[in-house]
């Protein structure tokens, strides 16, 4: 298969791009950083640049004459109290988590199209699926994409095209260190320093990125697609039906307690 793949000068996307590519399919990487890998060709690419991610979609195919999977994988984090948070940052995540995969999945479905076939995940969070304590325009941009992948397999179903949300849980990467980071005023300062200290070290205690590409793996090999798929750590996957089958505060108290947060 041709498989794209973004984000893959690091962290997951990396693992997924060299680990498809060792099992015998054409990987493209579209970062902005070039890596080089004996197992996937790197297409150095800003995705949240219309014209650049057309370009590198048309290379793609002018190399493999097609394009049968697309891994919308490139994203940030962002931390930081809501109140504190800028225009400018909000804008930033948004215009990658949200923007850049809209115009990646833009550009290849012409060609899937075209083939009448055509499979595309998009990498979100179980965060998404609630309002993280200072990380609530993280949770918002993963569940903006979210709502797009539900809408849009309506749309490109008639041409066996499928797509889906994978909902990871905490993955050891360097992603704590690509966050855009919020300046924490005073009065949020001591709560957020715990919050802070206690994501790191969930994300330092995550699941091995290579288990997320045997999920994948598998995700692909199966003809039973839905729209949302959740994979991670059982104690963080449990969140989500906990949110829906709970009362509602008493969900935010169990949430308090995750995050080690103190009520008034
Ligand atoms: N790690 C986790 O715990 C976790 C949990 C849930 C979901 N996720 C999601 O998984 C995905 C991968 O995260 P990760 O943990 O592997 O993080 P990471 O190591 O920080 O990797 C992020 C990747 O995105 C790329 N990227 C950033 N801006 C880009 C741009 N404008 N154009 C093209 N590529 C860009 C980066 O490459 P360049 O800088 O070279 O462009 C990098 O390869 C993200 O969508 C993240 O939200 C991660």
Redesign the pocket.
């Given at each position: 298969m041709t498989i794209v793949i973004?984000?893959?000068?690091?962290?997951?996307?990396?693992v997924l791009a060299e680990y498809f590519g060792k099992n015998g399919h054409q990987v493209f990487g579209?970062?902005?950083?070039n890596?080089e890998s004996p197992y996937f060709t790197t297409i150095p690419?800003?995705?949240?640049?219309a014209e650049a991610v057309e370009k590198a979609v048309q290379e793609v195919l002018s190399k493999s004459g097609r394009i049968d999977v697309l891994i919308?994988?490139?994203?940030?984090?962002m931390v930081g109290p809501v109140e504190d948070s800028s225009k400018e940052e909000i804008l930033k995540l948004f215009n990658?988590?949200l923007v850049?995969a809209v115009q990646m999945m833009s550009a290849v479905l012409p060609i899937m199209r075209g083939q009448r076939s055509g499979k595309i995940i998009n990498?979100?969070?179980?965060?998404s699926e609630m309002g993280l304590p200072f990380r609530g325009f993280?949770s918002a941009s993963?569940s903006a994409l979210d709502k797009v992948t539900e809408a849009i397999r309506y749309e490109i179903s008639p041409w066996n095209i499928d797509a889906c949300t994978l909902?990871?849980?905490?993955?050891?990467?360097?992603?704590a260190?690509?966050r855009v980071k919020t300046n924490v005023s005073e009065p949020y300062r001591t709560t957020f320093d715990k919050v802070y200290a206690l994501m790191n070290s969930?994300?330092d205690q995550?699941t091995e990125?290579l288990e997320v590409a045997r999920y994948i793996e598998k995700l692909l090999a199966s003809n039973r697609w839905k729209a949302h798929f959740y994979f991670?750590k059982f104690g963080q996957k449990i969140g989500v039906p906990l949110k829906w089958m709970l009362p509602q505060n008493m969900y935010e108290n169990l949430m308090r307690k995750y995050n080690s947060l103190d009520k008034a």
């Open positions: 973004t984000g893959t000068s690091s962290g997951i996307g990396f579209l970062s902005r950083k890596v690419t800003d995705i949240t640049m919308n994988n490139a994203g940030m984090g990658l988590n850049g990498i979100s969070s179980i965060g993280y993963k909902h990871l849980g905490d993955i050891k990467t360097n992603i260190e690509n969930h994300v995550g990125p991670g």
